[in-house]
């Protein structure tokens, strides 16, 4: 081989070598690159004008967790009948198989009716609820008879997680959607007065991670990235009434909870 080709393939071996500890790519790069694999969530509850949406997750999420699920977007659309109305929930979600399975927050889709998923492209499809893990994460599946390959996304692990570390998200905040959230991890675990007050077991402390991002309504499911646009987390919420991080689940340990429980087919 030639000296020049020599020195051609130790460029790209440091480059190698250092695209492990720091991103190649720009934050525009890393969006478009990651937007095809975000949906919108999109679901009705059915409430009315003196009683809260009839959604039992929304409901418990209320009265336990005392957080702001970031999730519904306040449209209220008049039905039929005089004192019924639909309230649109607004949510995100990510891509995790070729076939479909998409990861999103339990109290966008658990009690919800008439659920589907809209992608960048402008395409629509029904979704099902699947299961959801008993805390705030759930699986839902398209729906659809045609041969269609979608593009997941690579989950990533936490162990080298560090406070202070740049990461990014796709939501849709305030219906705004597909807005990119930039910011910093501020915890790389939680307290034990938070998992308490979320009403999570003991267990979750190591599973949910503090954002220095703003988690406006419709941003519950955005997939959080490392700047090398791979998903670390899943937002769920913040502390309502109070300018609080943002909460995030690790996506690694959700993956494997639903690929054990035979959900999720393995990689």
């Not at 460029?11 to 190698?16: F, G």
């Not at 659309?77 to 891509?95: C, L, N, P, W």
């Not at 989950?155 to 990014?168: E, K």
């Not at 955005?222 to 991080?245: K, V, Y």
Request: net charge neutral.
């Amino acid at each position: 081989m030639s000296p020049k080709k020599w020195g051609l393939c130790l460029v790209i071996l440091i480059l190698t070598a250092c695209g492990n500890t720091a991103s190649q790519f720009s934050l525009p790069d890393l969006v478009k690159h990651v937007t095809p694999s975000v949906v919108i969530i999109i679901g009705d509850l059915i409430t009315d004008t003196e009683g809260p949406p009839s959604n039992p997750s929304s409901e418990k999420k209320s009265d336990i967790f005392s957080i702001k699920p970031s999730t519904i977007h306040p449209i209220l659309r008049k039905e039929s009948a005089d004192t019924e109305y639909t309230k649109r929930i607004v949510a995100a979600g990510s891509v995790q198989t070729k076939d479909g399975f998409i990861l999103t927050v339990s109290h966008a889709v658990v009690g919800v009716l008439n659920l589907r998923a809209l992608f960048y492209d402008g395409t629509t499809f029904p979704l099902e609820l699947v299961a959801n893990d008993g805390m705030d994460a759930a699986i839902v599946k398209i729906k659809t008879d045609k041969k269609i390959s979608f593009r997941p996304l690579v989950v990533t692990s936490a162990a080298t997680l560090q406070n202070g570390q740049n990461v990014f998200g796709i939501g849709h905040p305030f219906a705004f959607y597909f807005s990119t959230i930039h910011g910093v991890v501020s915890r790389t675990f939680t307290t034990e007065n938070t998992t308490k007050n979320f009403g999570f077991p003991e267990n979750a402390r190591d599973k949910i991670i503090h954002l220095d991002m703003l988690f406006n309504p419709g941003v519950s499911g955005a997939p959080i990235f490392n700047m090398n646009g791979e998903m670390l987390a899943m937002a769920f919420g913040m502390i309502a009434n109070a300018n609080s991080p943002g909460f995030a689940f690790l996506a690694e340990p959700i993956i494997q909870y639903f690929r054990s429980k035979g959900v999720l087919p393995m990689p």
